[in-house]
């Protein structure tokens, strides 16, 4: 009786020290903003790499997305930054998927592609949204940089086990609701906190129905409930996703792998720590008001009031936002107009996400005064989307189509929101200044961003695709 | 290799606000660097500054009273967001060496540890009551004895606090914890040995 998360740390175990476990780390991957400072260490301690060849680099954030990249990087830091990476890996063996490579992407993206994150591996990266690769039922969470350089010097992290935590979503979703939808709504059930020391594992029948990109966006976000790990059984859909790519386990030794794998699900009589239940058949497109992932509302809803709220806390937390968002309680959040749109991502930056958003775009244009980025994850999405011909359907509707990378996420590269500019974006954090300092930011899902985009306001994406 | 953490006395500085986000820490264009000092100059930089690049002086931060602090008293959920250790090292190279709190992110507050810096976890009463005696009586001190695990309110109220001991023992001697680890290599070298019968496609080279 264990569960799915039980089950691979068992077989991750080194050695014991008290309540802490040594845990072994199949998997590394690297980006160039928590990195230098690791390889920096590692340097000045005259230590190896232990195993280059289970890590792998790309530059994701701080790249531009115009295509003037091939040829300069304006931004001194960001540039220095991106040719760290590149001497570092080189200088240690660390296979790069460097800029102008047709698999550079966000780090959270090409993982999955490459097929070297499979189900039962532990797998880090110095980002918090490493959660996003439990989908396909392994350990994988965000560390910092001196973690970075234990791994990188060691293949293993001195952990204590979190608690197990059970979500289980059920029931249809309706037309034009998304995982992304299902995500925020779990977030605003248990709060920005609610998940804090846990393992979240999703399960349900909803879950089950969802493809891997649907997974990876709801494992994506637990971070924003506040767990390091989020994690989902593997099943066929996890095995037909795997199959034949790159660093997948070759054709001689598959079977034996998807044999193991089977194993991994959680037992029926899995002991968990807290369950939480959702029930989606009647759940809405969900959008956030405020400067934490907590603050999501169906989009039918309207700004709430800190007064309405017992705890002064929460209370004082709530005005804050509103102010820094420049709203007021009681408007609806139809009513709220954007200046940007933002679909991209670790989030909301694969294929089905494009295919979501330019069913919403084709045939429509985008509104007057908005500005619209279409950034898909990787130069693989990019290549897809093209063939199958999303790149002209947004152009036509008047999105700009970019080069893949972290983009508007997260303000450290030239895409960025200017002082008070509001974005509906498809990415995770509504953070003060996330996307740009004085930014103000929508999170929302690929349709009704796309949605928004074509309203000029937020607005709820069953009516415009009607 | 790491900075110790054994005791300090210093002024406390109390922020009031919960969530406070790693992004709010130290903002994003402030990641840049890679280096792990000079970071302070970012630390809660939109809160600190105004558009035109003014301080703000009602920020704590900013106040007189609360300048030269070194423990940072903040509320739940204090760090939480992106896995940026640019947040712990904006703190210290902005002076503070602890920062107590009712709860915080676990990938901050394993940064924390890996610095030297000491997250002080209290109950939330005993936060709200350190919290309005700073804000009340400003440039009150903050006594922290690691060794003894009990931190001094500024009337001198005692709070006493927990610790995970390993996680003590390497803040009071400043122990390199890769040396310590690789101290073991013989056996992450076995473990190595036998998963790779177990499981050989996880010895797969990235390269190719």
């Not at chain 1, 807290?274 to 700004?303: C, F, I, K, N, Y």
Request: some cysteine; charged content about 25%.
């Amino acid at each position: 009786m264990a569960t799915l998360f039980e089950k691979i740390w068992d077989r991750h175990v080194v050695m014991r020290r008290g309540d802490d476990v040594l845990l072994y780390v199949d998997r590394h991957l690297v980006h160039e903003v928590t990195s230098p400072q690791a390889f920096e260490g590692l340097r000045q301690a005259g230590r190896a790499v232990r195993r280059p060849g289970s890590i792998l680099a790309v530059p994701d954030h701080n790249v531009p997305t115009t295509p003037e990249r091939a040829v300069r990087i304006d931004d001194r830091e960001s540039r220095e930054q991106i040719e760290a990476l590149r001497r570092n890996a080189l200088g240690t063996g660390i296979p790069l998927y460097d800029i102008s490579d047709p698999r550079q992407g966000i780090v959270h993206i090409i993982g999955p592609e490459a097929g070297l994150v499979q189900p039962g591996i532990a797998v880090v990266c110095g980002d918090s949204h490493t959660g996003t690769l439990g989908a396909f039922g392994a350990i994988a969470f965000g560390i910092g940089t001196s973690e970075v350089e234990h791994v990188l010097a060691t293949q293993t992290l001195w952990q204590k086990m979190p608690r197990q935590m059970r979500v289980a979503v059920t029931g249809a979703l309706r037309p034009l609701v998304t995982p992304k939808d299902v995500i925020l709504a779990v977030i605003a059930k248990i709060g920005a906190a609610g998940g804090t020391g846990y393992a979240i594992e999703f399960s349900g029948d909803t879950i089950r129905r969802m493809s891997m990109e649907g997974r990876m966006t709801v494992c994506n976000m637990t971070i924003e409930a506040g767990a390091r790990f989020g994690l989902i059984a593997p099943d066929g859909i996890t095995f037909a996703y795997l199959e034949g790519r790159p660093l997948a386990p070759p054709p001689g030794q598959w079977d034996a792998a998807v044999s193991c794998w089977k194993g991994l699900p959680s037992d029926p009589d899995a002991a968990w720590d807290r369950e939480v239940a959702l029930d989606t058949s009647s759940l809405e497109p969900h959008v956030t008001w405020g400067t934490s992932p907590q603050d999501a509302l169906p989009v039918g809803g309207a700004v709430p009031d800190p007064a309405a709220q017992a705890d002064p806390g929460e209370r004082a937390r709530m005005r804050r936002a509103l102010e820094y968002m420049g709203l007021s309680p009681g408007k609806r959040l139809t009513d709220i107009p954007v200046d940007k749109v933002f679909i991209g991502s670790c989030t909301n930056a694969r294929i089905e996400d494009l295919r979501a958003a330019a069913a919403v775009a084709k045939g429509r244009k985008v509104a007057p005064g908005v500005t619209a980025l279409v950034v898909p994850g990787s130069g693989l999405v990019k290549r897809q989307a093209e063939e199958e011909g999303l790149d002209k359907v947004f152009r036509d509707a008047g999105f700009e189509w970019r080069l893949p990378g972290c983009s508007m996420c997260l303000g450290m590269n030239p895409d960025r929101l200017k002082p008070g500019e509001r974005c509906a974006s498809t990415s995770n954090r509504n953070f003060e200044g996330r996307q740009g300092p004085g930014g103000r930011t929508h999170l929302m899902s690929p349709p009704m961003a796309a949605a928004a985009a074509i309203a000029g306001r937020i607005t709820d994406v069953r009516e415009v695709a009607r | 290799m790491r900075e110790r953490f054994t005791s300090l006395s210093a002024v406390g500085v109390p922020l009031d606000r919960g969530n406070v986000d790693t992004d709010a820490i130290i903002p994003a264009r402030y990641l840049k660097t890679i280096k792990r000092t000079g970071l302070g100059e970012g630390l809660f930089f939109a809160w600190r500054y105004d558009a035109e690049g003014k301080e703000r002086p009602d920020f704590p931060l900013n106040r007189p009273e609360y300048r030269g602090g070194k423990v940072l008293v903040a509320w739940e959920n204090f760090g939480c967001g992106s896995s940026r250790e640019h947040a712990v090292w904006a703190l210290m190279d902005f002076g503070f060496r602890a920062v107590v709190a009712p709860s915080y992110s676990d990938i901050f507050h394993n940064n924390c540890l890996k610095n030297g810096m000491l997250p002080v976890t209290l109950p939330a009463a005993e936060v709200r009551a350190l919290l309005d005696e700073l804000l009340a009586a400003p440039g009150g001190k903050v006594e922290v004895d690691l060794a003894g695990q009990v931190l001094k309110g500024p009337k001198g109220d005692v709070h006493p606090f927990r610790i995970d001991p390993f996680a003590k023992t390497c803040l009071l001697e400043g122990l390199d914890e890769i040396a310590l680890t690789l101290s073991s290599v013989g056996e992450i070298e076995r473990y190595e040995r036998e998963r790779k019968k177990v499981t050989p496609w996880l010895f797969r080279d990235l390269a190719g």
